[in-house]
């Protein structure tokens, strides 16, 4: 069976055009339909009856069951889960703020990266989600919500860079104009440092923010928290975070969970400052969000977080800290961080 959902208009009308012998104007009207959320084929008003019976014998229109929906009392926050169709389930998160509203999406369900302070790699990878799944993440969150999306941070469950196919369709689904249409501006990517993926994304010239997770700028500490350091060091992540901003004018973000005793020294601030000059990257500190199964890792207490960010200061980096979200519905689940953009809270 064709998955319609995941395919930009081009593949639409080759599909429509070569497989079905149909007049290649039906993949827009197709491409339409299917961004606005119609979850049938009969709702494409538009389309012969024989058409549409034609594709029902030949496609599916990918589609999510929520399971649950969990609110903020505080700030509005809303967390979904939603079951795929082969049972598997997956967690998106939406939150509110002065500028719009921002849908945190998984890209796969559970991960294999293996970060030692992270819920999503607790039962390793299951699989990756295909375009049209993440695509749903959005389309059903916003029927849900009854919220227009106007941003995207693929910071939930899943290593989007491990799912880089799927991901790149993803991005430009929902950044084309007939569907979504969010701009690349309007969404950022974050990855635990896969430097390959880093590299071909840079060639793709795409205006998305990147965000690293760096969470150490020594060795030592990051190859303890997060095993992807092992077979790339800070050394080359940095330089190819350098050469991603040489190539796409875009800088990158390094993100940073304030973890207490472990990654919050002075002089960890001062390593962390140097690297971000070099790679000209703006730092967002969170606070870690504590998680169950993780009981080895708390939060810096906040005289630690002071402390860090006076180093930064005087180094003049470029930093925010990130004010959670939704702490009521779980956010200290350490999978999906809900956020608030450049909330300065110290
Ligand atoms: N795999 C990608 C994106 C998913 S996680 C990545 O590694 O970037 C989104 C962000 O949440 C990452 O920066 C991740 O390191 C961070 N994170 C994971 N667990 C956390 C926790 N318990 N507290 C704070 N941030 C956490």
């Given at each position: 069976m064709t998955d319609l959902k995941s395919m930009l208009p081009e593949e639409l009308e080759t599909y429509f055009v070569q497989?079905?012998?149909?007049?290649?104007y039906r993949a827009g009207q197709v491409f339409s339909w299917l961004n606005r959320g119609v979850t049938d084929f009969d709702e494409m008003r538009n389309l012969p009856k024989s058409l549409r019976e034609k594709l029902r014998a030949d496609a599916f229109i990918s589609s999510l069951r929520c399971l649950q929906i969990q609110r903020s009392a505080t700030d509005g926050t809303q967390k979904f889960l939603w079951e795929l169709p082969d049972g598997n389930a997956v967690e998106t998160v939406v939150m509110r703020h002065a500028h719009g509203v921002t849908a945190c999406i998984s890209s796969q369900v559970g991960c294999r990266m293996g970060c030692a302070f992270c819920a999503s790699t607790i039962g390793g990878l299951v699989r990756s989600l295909t375009a049209a799944e993440m695509l749903d993440e959005v389309l059903y969150s916003q029927r849900e919500s009854g919220e227009r999306i106007t941003n995207i941070v693929l910071m939930g469950i899943g290593e989007p860079l491990d799912n880089y196919d799927a991901v790149l369709h993803f991005l430009h689904l929902v950044n084309h104009p007939d569907g979504l249409n969010i701009g690349m501006r309007h969404i950022s990517l974050s990855t635990c440092g896969l430097t390959e993926g880093i590299r071909a994304l840079a060639t793709e010239n795409l205006q998305l923010t990147l965000a690293i997770s760096?969470?150490?700028?020594?060795d030592e500490t990051r190859s303890a928290l997060m095993p992807v350091n092992r077979a790339c060091g800070v050394e080359k992540l940095v330089r190819c975070c350098e050469d991603y901003f040489a190539k796409t004018g875009r800088r990158v973000t390094f993100e940073y969970a304030m973890i207490g005793g472990v990654n919050d020294s002075t002089a960890q601030a001062q390593r962390l400052a140097a690297l971000a000059r070099r790679a000209r990257a703006h730092i967002n500190l969170i606070p870690l969000n504590r998680v169950e199964e993780r009981t080895a890792f708390s939060p810096s207490t906040p005289a630690q977080m002071k402390a860090f960010c006076a180093v930064l200061e005087q180094q003049g980096a470029n930093f925010t800290i990130r004010r959670s979200l939704g702490g009521d519905v779980d956010a200290a689940c350490g999978q999906l961080r809900r956020k608030r953009e450049d909330e300065r809270n110290l």
């Open positions: 497989t079905l012998s149909e007049p290649r760096l969470h150490a700028p020594d």
